[in-house]
C-alpha cells in the first residue's frame, strides 16, 4: 500500500527540472507550517516588493493572542480572503465609511465607522484596502487621529505574472490552436494567447452570470468569432452544483444551499467531436480533478497542453500530477508559481 510519504516522492521525481521541484517543495513546507516565508522563496522576482513586503498571515502571527483586530476597508480584497481571516477569532469587524454597511454590518460582521474607530485605541487595524488611492486615505486618517503606529498593519496588493500559463520556456504553440479555457473569467487568457499564436477556436467556461456578461461583450467588442462562450462551469459530469458568486474570479463551489444553483459540464461532452484540442486551462476555484476527470478522454486522445491550477486545495499538489500521469504517462511535469502570494501555482503537463 502506497503512503503519503510514497506519493511525495512520486511527484518529486516527475517533475522535469530544478526549479519545480523547488517549487513542490517549498509549497509543501507552506502546507505544513503555513509559514509564508516558503512561499516568499518561489515569488517570481519580477514581483518581489520592497521591505513593506508583508502577507496577511505575517501579519497575523505578529498580533498578540488576546488582541482584537479590525479590518479597515470592506471591499472586494477583504472578501476575497475573507474565508481565511474569519478562522480568526480575533477579528472583530470591519470600519469603512460605508454607511449602508454601518448599518447591515459586512459579511456577517459589524462595520464601525472612521469617527467610531477613532476613540478606540486597543485594536489592532488591518489596513485590508490595497488599491493606492483608498489605501493612501485610509493610512491618512489613522495618522491623523494619532492611532497607535505599532497597531497598523498595511498589506500589499496582491499581483499576478503578466503572461502567466504561456510565457514558460517549455511551451509551444502550433498555427491551430484549439484552447479550452475553463474558468475564463474575462476572456484575457484568450486575448494574451491570441498575441502569441493563431488561435482557431476557443471554449471559454464562466459560471459566474456577471463575468459571462462580461465575456459576452467582450467577444463582441474584439470580433471573437472564435470563442464559445459557455455560463457554466466544468465538473466530471453534467449536473447543477451550488456556487458562491461574487463578480470577481474567486466564484467557487461550496455546499451553502443558499448559493445559487449554476450548471455544470464535463469538457468531453462539449467539445465538438471532431475538434482536436491543443490546449487546456483551468483555473476553476477547486473543482481542478473532478473538472479533469469530465476531459479525460479528450486529453488520452489529443494529448493536448495542460496548464492546471494546484493552489486551491492542499490534496490537489498530489492528486492532480497522479491522475495526468495516469491517463497519459508520456507527459512532461513542470511546476511554475506566478504571484507575489500563495495563489496562482500551476502545473504544467507537456506532450
Not at 97 to 119: A, C, F, I, R, W
Not at 167 to 180: G, L, W
Not at 259 to 278: G, H, L, N, R
Request: charged share 30%.
Amino acid at each position: 500500500m502506497e503512503t503519503i510519504l510514497d506519493n511525495y516522492q512520486k511527484i518529486y521525481s516527475m517533475l522535469e527540472d530544478d526549479l519545480s521541484k523547488d517549487i513542490f517543495l517549498n509549497r509543501l513546507c507552506y502546507l505544513i507550517s503555513n509559514d509564508f516565508r516558503f512561499i516568499k522563496r518561489i515569488i517570481p522576482p519580477s514581483l518581489v516588493c520592497g521591505e513593506h513586503y508583508i502577507f496577511w498571515d505575517e501579519v497575523l502571527s505578529g498580533i498578540p493572542a488576546t488582541s482584537k483586530i479590525v479590518l479597515y476597508g470592506a471591499g472586494d480584497y477583504s472578501k476575497d480572503y475573507f474565508p481565511e481571516w474569519s478562522k480568526d477569532k480575533r477579528i472583530i469587524g470591519f470600519c469603512s465609511n460605508n454607511k449602508k454597511k454601518q448599518e447591515t454590518g459586512y459579511l456577517g460582521y459589524p462595520v464601525m465607522s472612521p469617527e467610531e474607530l477613532s476613540v478606540q485605541k486597543e485594536y489592532y487595524v488591518i489596513v485590508s484596502a490595497v488599491k493606492e488611492k483608498p489605501k493612501r486615505e485610509i493610512l491618512a486618517h489613522l495618522k491623523e487621529i494619532n492611532y497607535p503606529a505599532d497597531k497598523i498593519y498595511s498589506l500589499f496588493e496582491r499581483e499576478a505574472e503578466q503572461g502567466q500559463y504561456f510565457d514558460t520556456d517549455f511551451m509551444e504553440y502550433s498555427n491551430q490552436e484549439i484552447f479550452i479555457d475553463a474558468g475564463c473569467y474575462h476572456l484575457e487568457n484568450t486575448i494574451e494567447l491570441e498575441k502569441r499564436c493563431k488561435v482557431k477556436k476557443v471554449y471559454a467556461f464562466e459560471p459566474d452570470p456577471d463575468n459571462y456578461q462580461v465575456c459576452l461583450e467582450r467577444k463582441e467588442q474584439l470580433g471573437m468569432e472564435e470563442v464559445k462562450v459557455f455560463q457554466c462551469g466544468t465538473w466530471s459530469e453534467k449536473t447543477w452544483l451550488h456556487f458562491a458568486v461574487r463578480g470577481t474570479d474567486g466564484t467557487h463551489i461550496t455546499e451553502n444551499r443558499e448559493a445559487i444553483s449554476i450548471p455544470v459540464a464535463a469538457i468531453d461532452e462539449t467539445v465538438e467531436p471532431d475538434d482536436k484540442v491543443t490546449f487546456i486551462k483551468m483555473d476553476v476555484e477547486g473543482a481542478e480533478l473532478e473538472s479533469l476527470r469530465g476531459c479525460k478522454r479528450t486529453i488520452k486522445k489529443y494529448r493536448p497542453k495542460l496548464a492546471i491550477c494546484i493552489y486551491h486545495r492542499p490534496e490537489d499538489m498530489i492528486q492532480i500530477p497522479i491522475y495526468i500521469k495516469e491517463l497519459v504517462p508520456e507527459y512532461r511535469l513542470y511546476i511554475r508559481h506566478h504571484s507575489n502570494c500563495a495563489w496562482e501555482t500551476v502545473l504544467y503537463a507537456m506532450p
